[in-house]
């Protein structure tokens, strides 16, 4: 009998088929003027593209040019790549510019679907940003799709790291540019570091479309992008605490495999406390506990999450005498990526690599924060479905399930749960033996460098060749995956997230012509090609009357939205597939999650080794597994959020005062109102309201206004004179002030002082917000201890933070007018010392250039040449007697 809620979907639809129904019209429209936009000439597309830019300018809604933009660009993509979208294409470029997540199942074409809205949206003049998860996907896809954009008339960029600086601002004024979510990250607080507007890379945050964006959005959303600058060294620190390590016991630490957290026990406590003054880094009778012990403590903490929470070839691996991190969710190599707050350098101690010293933070932003300053936002992925909530929550994206060009014939089998991990890889290998027998290809999937080297040596001594592609082979990724496909391939893998490559039944052909030319670079190119394609139609049939990819998958990962990653190799654009998901009681996630009764159940059953328990009973408990753990992981990343959203108001609001400083073409006004802000502070301090002038700190007052504005005035007569009350006192320092920059203006002159003024201002905003942002790390470390004291840590954080933002505001003012009223024009003499200094710098300080011709003279009167005693008794320095204006000692004197 059906249920209620299954009942109604079957009567009304459910949402998305809702959604997706919506579309068609839109679709049929756009088909219908597919005849028309043939008739075109390839001019007459490009012109197609001003006729819709005038209209979108002219205030027409991008809605309303939607049909035409698409048909334009189908027709280009037609003529450019010999592609003509599909019709679920249209549909899921429909989706994503309406600003939803468009969930397009692998090998279904989102390279070509993000072409028609970021077109469409390029009408504006504002610019698109296509953003992808590695530089190989932005330089491939921005080369791909710029063909089908410059058939239409727009131009093309791509950002990669360690660009030219003129490149790069070439690329952010395209029409569309393609960037990895790292670099558009990192080039966002660069902006914000530059001293003038023109240097500025990212004018606009108008729309972006994101590739992989569960990767992007989810996985790394609580990653920070961090510019940052060296600290003091502190190796000998790190590794005088590795050593006491080793030494602890179970008894002195508590390991919460759920929460991935390690805590010292009381008992723990006492023994580290006795270790570390012993070691020399405690005073003797000094305490944990003590305010001054909070960076041993630190640090102790970190070693011992280095050492208990890290693990070598599954977290990072140590490459070059480098400690490289390993991204959990795609088995990638993070390179130049480092772990902060000195986590990284306990890893490096625990590995006895060079220890690479702290940096301490310049500028600082997550991909939560970022990616929520686009007007418009909207995502790509084969699995967004399972984190719609945190979508909608955090970002307020709707995901939408975009149907499949041809229906999925793949099969996805229940899984199959052994007692131990050895009965599962056993059972793996003997299914692996079957399949590549008669040509099946296998792609095995697993969680671990580890993991997949041991499944390697297992199959090495079966004798069955195969492919290894994890952090250590990472440069071969592409060559690995698309072999994957051919006739009889064994392909193990370390998580299959985004690897941006489709497996092609019978291999990739593009990847086997470019091999072929390079063997024959002198061959005819063409008879080459439909040679391999040719031979590619006979091992694609073959591969499909073998069953297609087989995915075999070691374990379950704590995200469903992996799992079904993995299952999307199989299958695509549908082609015949199978997966099968292989699990043990031993696994992390069935000994974390997974309940211990199942063990007793299977051991009442009397198993006997070898075999497996198969039910979708169990698939179902094991997805509530997952989906509880998500739920957590969105908890904490909700967590992050709040706390990072306080900081994001404030760094909004001190980048836009930035921005606007630099737009400003005059910043007299700002520095105006902050000096005499600054008096309003000093005169409160020292004459506090309501007060008599007895009670006056003149002598206070009088070196403050010495010390931070300049000002050497008579305070204490001032105070005084009768009838003289503070506020008199104010309007004489505002105005002696305001006389002081007077002069200071008529000495450099306005615009070399407007100059002088902003760039005090935008260096004094940039050093006052990297202490800050210190100061704000610093108490986030700490305050959750309040909830201890029932209060709340985010309400704490929340008022602690606005106030010592109003501190950082107020030193601002102070430090901008104390160092304004410090400029003064150098001296001739000091101008021509920097200039020196300047020169030598450069390398360029050239041999003093030859003194001027003098001027020729009369000479002395009676002067004879031939006569030394008629040249009078000049001294050495004084001028030649002959009247050549030279000195003596360079003219006759060194003759005589």
């Excluded at 639809?13 to 028309?36: S, Y």
């Excluded at 040719?534 to 499909?544: C, I, R």
């Excluded at 908890?635 to 709040?642: A, E, S, T, Y």
């Excluded at 800050?772 to 029932?790: I, K, N, P």
């Amino acid at each position: 009998m059906l249920g209620i809620g299954t009942l109604a979907k079957k009567v009304f639809g459910t949402p998305n088929d809702r959604k997706v129904k919506a579309t068609r019209p839109l679709i049929a429209k756009i088909n219908a003027l597919e005849p028309e936009f043939e008739k075109l000439s390839d001019e007459g597309l490009k012109g197609k593209t001003e006729e819709l830019r005038k209209r979108a300018l002219g205030g027409e809604s991008l809605d309303d040019l939607l049909p035409e933009a698409f048909a334009n660009v189908r027709e280009a993509a037609k003529r450019a790549l010999g592609l003509r979208a599909f019709d679920t294409q249209l549909m899921g470029g429909t989706f994503l510019h309406q600003g939803n997540i468009s969930e397009m199942k692998t090998g279904e074409g989102k390279t070509l679907v993000a072409t028609f809205p970021a077109y469409l949206n390029a009408l504006t003049g504002k610019g698109v940003h296509v953003v992808t998860v590695n530089e190989y996907l932005a330089k491939r896809d921005s080369e791909w799709m710029s063909r089908v954009f410059a058939a239409l008339g727009m131009t093309t960029g791509v950002i990669y790291s360690n660009q030219p600086e003129a490149e790069k601002m070439a690329a952010y004024q395209c029409d569309v540019t393609y960037a990895t979510n790292n670099e558009l990250g990192f080039d966002y607080l660069r902006d914000n570091m530059k001293p003038s507007l023109d240097q500025v890379f990212q004018k606009h945050h108008n729309f972006a479309i994101v590739d992989e964006v569960d990767s992007i959005l989810i996985d790394e959303a609580r990653t920070p992008l961090i510019i940052s600058g060296p600290a003091e060294d502190r190796s000998a620190l790190y590794e005088a605490i590795d050593k006491l390590i080793p030494s602890l016991t179970e008894d002195h630490f508590e390991l919460d495999e759920k929460t991935r957290g390690v805590t010292y026990t009381e008992e723990g406590n006492e023994f580290l406390e006795h270790a570390l003054q012993q070691a020399g880094m405690l005073e003797e009778g000094a305490s944990l506990y003590d305010p001054e012990s909070t960076t041993v403590v630190h640090h102790v903490n970190q070693a011992l999450r280095a050492h208990k929470l890290f693990t070598r070839d599954k977290d990072y691996i140590v490459r070059d005498g480098n400690v490289v991190l390993i991204d959990e969710f795609t088995g990638r190599m993070m390179a130049g990526r480092r772990l902060s707050d000195g986590l990284h350098q306990a890893i490096e101690a625990k590995e006895g690599v060079k220890i690479q010293p702290e940096n301490t933070t310049l500028a600082s932003v997550t991909f939560q924060n970022y990616f929520r300053l686009y007007e418009k936002l909207s995502g790509m992925t084969g699995t967004a479905m399972t984190e719609a909530e945190e979508f909608a929550e955090i970002y307020g994206l709707g995901v939408v399930e975009v149907p499949t060009n041809r229906p999925i014939a793949r099969v996805d089998e229940d899984d199959q749960v052994f007692r131990t991990a050895k009965e599962k890889y056993e059972a793996m290998i003997a299914e692996t033996k079957v399949a590549h027998a008669k040509g099946q290809p296998v792609l095995l999937g697993t969680t671990s460098i580890e993991k997949s080297e041991l499944l390697s040596h297992m199959l090495q001594k079966e004798g069955i060749p195969h492919n290894v592609l994890n952090a250590r082979h990472h440069e071969q990724e592409a060559q690995i995956v698309a072999d994957a496909g051919r006739l009889g391939a064994v392909t193990i893998a370390t998580n299959m997230a985004g690897r941006g490559t489709d497996i092609k039944l019978g291999g990739n052909v593009e990847f086997k012509v470019m091999e072929a030319i390079e063997a024959d670079p002198e061959g005819d190119h063409a008879a080459i090609r439909a040679r391999i394609e040719a031979e590619h139609a006979a091992d694609e049939e073959a591969v499909k009357q073998a069953g297609g990819l087989f995915v075999i998958a070691s374990e379950r990962h704590e995200s469903r939205r992996i799992d079904n990653q993995l299952r999307g190799r199989s299958g695509r654009q549908g082609d015949p597939g199978r997966t099968s998901f292989y699990l043990s009681l031993e696994d992390d996630l069935m000994r974390i999650f997974g309940s211990e009764r199942l063990d007793k159940v299977l051991s009442s059953l009397g198993m006997k080794e070898g075999e497996a328990i198969v039910h979708p009973w169990v698939n179902k408990s094991l997805e509530r597994a997952q989906a509880k753990v998500e739920g957590r992981n969105f908890d904490m990343r909700k967590n992050v959020l709040k706390f990072d959203d306080v900081m994001n108001d404030q760094r909004k609001v001190v980048f836009a005062q930035r921005r606007e400083i630099m737009a400003a073409t005059d910043s007299h006004e700002i520095v105006t109102d902050m000096r005499h802000e600054v008096i309003d502070d000093l005169i409160d301090l020292h004459m506090p309201p309501k007060t008599y002038a007895e009670q006056w700190n003149t002598a206070g007052l009088q070196a403050d206004v010495r010390e931070k504005l300049g000002l050497d005035v008579p305070v204490a007569e001032w105070a005084a004179e009768e009838g003289v009350d503070d506020e008199h006192i104010r309007e004489r320092l505002v105005e002696a002030s305001d006389k002081l920059m007077a002069e200071k203006m008529d000495a450099f002159g306005p615009e070399a002082m407007g100059n002088i003024e902003k760039q005090v201002l935008l260096q004094a905003i940039d050093a006052k917000w990297r202490e800050h942002l210190l100061t704000l790390e610093h108490l986030r470390s700490v305050v959750g201890f309040r909830g201890y004291a029932q209060r709340d840590p985010l309400n704490e954080y929340k008022n602690e933070s606005f106030q010592l933002f109003e501190t950082m505001l107020d030193s601002l003012r102070e430090t901008v007018t104390q160092q304004l009223s410090r400029v003064r024009p150098l001296t001739e003499e000091e101008q021509r010392e920097m200039l020196m200094q300047m020169a030598a710098r450069q390398g360029i300080l050239q041999r003093p250039a030859a003194a001027p011709e003098p001027t020729v003279e009369e000479p002395l009167e009676g002067f004879v040449e031939e006569d030394p005693s008629t040249w009078g008794n000049p001294s050495r320095n004084d001028k030649c007697p002959c009247g050549s204006g030279k000195k003596f000692k360079h003219c006759h004197g060194s003759l005589a």
